[in-house]
């Protein structure tokens, strides 16, 4: 059974920092990209960060360039997003994705990345 499970969001004021965990089981960790994606209220989903199962490509989306880390432990079956200068903007819940047939690389043209698995979310809010 597939499971993504995001941990890591709270409350935080504007400038903080947070790291956000991705445990991940039900299927091969080491060979799968991964992602994070966020959803604000009344908005539609955003791709956050994408890190391919090699680790030596990642993806970051126009709003989070520069501020956003993602990268992974393979040995943990973990993926992370650490999250710098914290802007109220950022509110959203998190969600953690894999996509399992990403050995040849990243699928950045693809929908959503190509993202099969999906986890339910954290929340993450930043009070100005």
């Known amino acids: 059974q597939v499971q993504l499970v995001e941990s890591g969001g709270r409350l935080v004021q504007a400038g903080d920092s947070l790291r956000l965990s991705c445990a991940a089981s039900?299927?091969?960790?080491?060979?799968?990209?991964l992602g994070w994606f966020r959803q604000a209220p009344g908005k539609e989903r955003e791709f956050v960060a994408a890190?391919?199962?090699?680790?030596?490509?990642?993806y970051y989306g126009d709003s989070v360039r520069g501020r956003f880390t993602i990268w992974r432990d393979n040995a943990k079956n973990t993926v992370y997003l650490q999250m710098n200068s914290l802007k109220s903007e950022d509110t959203a819940v998190y969600y953690c994705?894999?996509?399992?047939?990403?050995?040849?690389?990243?699928?950045?043209?693809?929908?959503?990345?190509?993202?099969?698995?999906w986890g339910k979310g954290t929340l993450v809010t930043v009070s100005s």
């Open positions: 994705a894999a996509d399992p047939s990403a050995v040849s690389g990243l699928r950045v043209g693809a929908p959503d990345y190509g993202m099969d698995y």
């Open positions: 039900g299927f091969t960790f080491t060979t799968s990209a």
């Open positions: 890190i391919s199962w090699s680790a030596g490509n990642t």
